[in-house]
């Protein structure tokens, strides 16, 4: 399919996820019978995958044509219930480099400070949420932006305009089985910022981000567990992630932050113990991903002294 209509072969598994999430929403629409809780939890489990598409595609569009990967980016903003655009200031621009021009990232960790950690992944996306459209709509207002603001109306009217025909049609049917989905997988995509980056010293080179390394969890979820690598090679397609990782990060990074478990980390981090994770001591780890650069009696001198502090 390359050259004529997917970038990458791998696309396919993105296109599959957003297709079973449209038709798992269609299905509770359309059909009574589907109206029951194991298909709304699997439609909140594919609306947060589909958000992970908006991520992947708005950093690098999945079709050849520019115009069917805007079309897509309308498809995609349904189903979030937000416009998929709002991803290139918040996300492309802003998280990447984790600030606004000296300003905080509009998703920075720190815009939680519950003592009980649970509170704080909870009430993350109230707080996450507007600051990032407020953000947004700053940016969009500066000069330059004409293109920008006509691709996110239409995404914007597209969204909440057939959400809205949805609702005329049978308002509770609506709300329950597709609105709350759509804003499930929204405040969930938001909530990976706090995941990924509390604790973690976002002015090092290799110790901004945490990782999650399970090979059946970064299937389903694209590669985005790697976020490290993500963070520092923003154009690596997504499907090479894993042995960028392991080639690039895992040699210098504080082994720590290198999950084998999302599920396991949630109910370690803010279940079982309830406390934040600490800001990382990380000169052992930054002397080790210097000391690889180094000569071998260099990189030697560098270990021993990495294992004396």
């Not at 996450?128 to 969009?140: C, D, E, I």
Request: glycine residues 6%; charged residues 15%.
């Amino acid at each position: 399919m390359r050259g004529r209509f997917l970038k990458h072969p791998a696309e396919i598994r993105q296109l599959g996820i957003v297709a079973t999430y449209l038709g798992l929403l269609g299905a509770m629409v359309f059909v009574p019978a589907c109206r029951n809780v194991a298909f709304l939890a699997a439609a909140c489990f594919f609306s947060f995958l589909s958000a992970v598409v908006i991520h992947n595609h708005l950093h690098q569009g999945i079709f050849e044509s520019r115009r069917l990967n805007m079309l897509f980016r309308a498809v995609l903003s349904f189903g979030a219930l937000y416009p998929a655009s709002a991803n290139i200031p918040s996300h492309n621009l802003v998280h990447h480099h984790f600030d606004d021009d000296g300003q905080p990232d509009w998703a920075a960790p720190s815009n939680v400070s519950f003592r009980w950690n649970l509170l704080n992944l909870v009430h993350f996306p109230n707080v996450a949420g507007p600051s990032t459209f407020g953000g947004v709509t700053r940016w969009a207002a500066l000069a330059g932006k004409a293109s920008f603001v006509r691709q996110y109306r239409l995404e914007l009217a597209f969204a909440f305009g057939l959400t809205g025909l949805l609702a005329v049609r049978d308002f509770w049917t609506t709300l329950f089985f597709v609105v709350v989905p759509q804003l499930y997988g929204a405040r969930c995509i938001l909530r990976i910022n706090l995941i990924q980056h509390d604790g973690c010293d976002t002015t090092s080179e290799w110790n901004h981000s945490r990782n999650f390394v399970g090979r059946a969890f970064n299937w389903i979820m694209c590669n985005n567990g790697y976020h490290t690598i993500h963070h520092n090679r923003a154009g690596l397609h997504w499907s090479v992630l894993h042995e960028a990782h392991a080639r690039e990060v895992a040699p210098r990074i504080d082994p720590s932050l290198d999950e084998p478990s999302m599920v396991l980390y949630l109910l370690r981090t803010y279940v079982l113990h309830g406390r934040r994770p600490a800001a990382r001591d990380v000169v052992v780890a930054e002397r080790r991903a210097a000391a690889i650069a180094l000569p071998p009696r260099e990189v030697r001198r560098a270990e021993a002294e990495a294992a004396s502090a």
